[in-house]
């Protein structure tokens, strides 16, 4: 954690919480001290310990910074197993994705919803994480549809990439994106169907690769992020 992120109003972390063991066992922490915080999607000041006890870390928190934009960047993800949606989630995040869109698709196990990812809200925690690793305060909108085409439905950008190791799609490496919002959409471990892959380009979708490797979706989910980014001018 390279930053404490709070709730709007949250002051108080009980000792069951993965914030007030890492204020207490790695940064060391005791009351008086002070180190660097936020609040989810808003400011960046310094946390100070008012008290702690058995029952959690009590904080005060002062501004000094205004809120860690994020990159207007939309990833469209395919359902993956939530083991790798896990990760792919809390990289997307700490590289600095605006908004990512979970839709069912074709090929994928619908199964995967029922997962505790979903059900229990655990998807949430990992973005915290996420955002903490990046030492911002941002942290991406979440969505998770039915549909890849109610995902198509909500997605906003001047481009949209379909990444596709089709024959002849362009090289993401190589796109024009400076200056311009982009939806990127990275299929499920079987891939997209014929019929979305379809879908895709009917709606402005441009195939891409990156290079000519089959890859898997978490790879292509944080490559893909990357080289986008990269194009779009933002690292």
Same mark, same amino acid.
């Given at each position: 954690m390279n930053i404490i992120l709070l709730e709007k109003d949250e002051l108080f972390l009980p000792s069951s919480d993965e914030r007030a063991k890492h204020i +207490?066992?790695?940064?060391?922490?005791? /009351?008086g001290d002070?180190? +660097?915080?936020? /609040?989810?999607?808003? /400011?960046?000041?310094?946390?100070? *310990? /008012?008290?702690?006890?058995? !029952?959690?870390?009590?904080l005060a928190f002062t501004a000094s910074a205004d809120a860690s934009e994020l990159y207007p960047l939309t990833l469209i993800v395919a359902q993956v197993r939530p083991i790798c949606m896990r990760r792919i989630l809390r990289e997307a995040v700490s590289l600095g994705v605006r908004r990512i869109l979970l839709p069912v698709s074709d090929l994928?196990?619908?199964? %995967?919803?029922?997962?505790? =990812? %979903?059900?229990?809200?655990? %998807?949430k925690k990992i973005l915290l994480d996420g955002a903490m690793q990046s030492g911002k305060t941002g942290v991406s909108s979440?969505?998770? #549809?039915?549909?890849?085409? &109610?995902?198509? &439905? *909500? !997605?906003?950008?001047?481009?949209?990439? =379909? #990444?596709?190791n089709r024959k002849g799609?362009?090289?993401l490496s190589q796109a024009a994106l400076a200056g311009k919002s982009v939806v990127l959409a990275i299929g499920p471990e079987r891939g997209w169907s014929e019929r979305e892959v379809e879908l895709f380009i009917g709606n402005g979708y441009t195939p891409m690769l990156i290079g000519g490797r089959i890859l898997r979706t978490e790879t292509a989910a944080v490559g893909g992020t990357l080289l986008a980014l990269s194009r779009m001018g933002y690292v």
């Amino acid at each position: 954690m390279n930053i404490i992120l709070l709730e709007k109003d949250e002051l108080f972390l009980p000792s069951s919480d993965e914030r007030a063991k890492h204020i +207490r066992n790695v940064l060391h922490m005791s /009351v008086g001290d002070s180190f +660097r915080a936020g /609040v989810v999607n808003s /400011v960046e000041g310094t946390a100070t *310990i /008012v008290s702690s006890d058995k !029952a959690g870390i009590t904080l005060a928190f002062t501004a000094s910074a205004d809120a860690s934009e994020l990159y207007p960047l939309t990833l469209i993800v395919a359902q993956v197993r939530p083991i790798c949606m896990r990760r792919i989630l809390r990289e997307a995040v700490s590289l600095g994705v605006r908004r990512i869109l979970l839709p069912v698709s074709d090929l994928g196990e619908k199964s %995967y919803l029922s997962s505790s =990812l %979903y059900t229990e809200g655990e %998807y949430k925690k990992i973005l915290l994480d996420g955002a903490m690793q990046s030492g911002k305060t941002g942290v991406s909108s979440v969505s998770i #549809l039915p549909s890849v085409q &109610e995902a198509m &439905e *909500i !997605a906003e950008g001047e481009k949209k990439i =379909l #990444l596709d190791n089709r024959k002849g799609a362009e090289q993401l490496s190589q796109a024009a994106l400076a200056g311009k919002s982009v939806v990127l959409a990275i299929g499920p471990e079987r891939g997209w169907s014929e019929r979305e892959v379809e879908l895709f380009i009917g709606n402005g979708y441009t195939p891409m690769l990156i290079g000519g490797r089959i890859l898997r979706t978490e790879t292509a989910a944080v490559g893909g992020t990357l080289l986008a980014l990269s194009r779009m001018g933002y690292v």
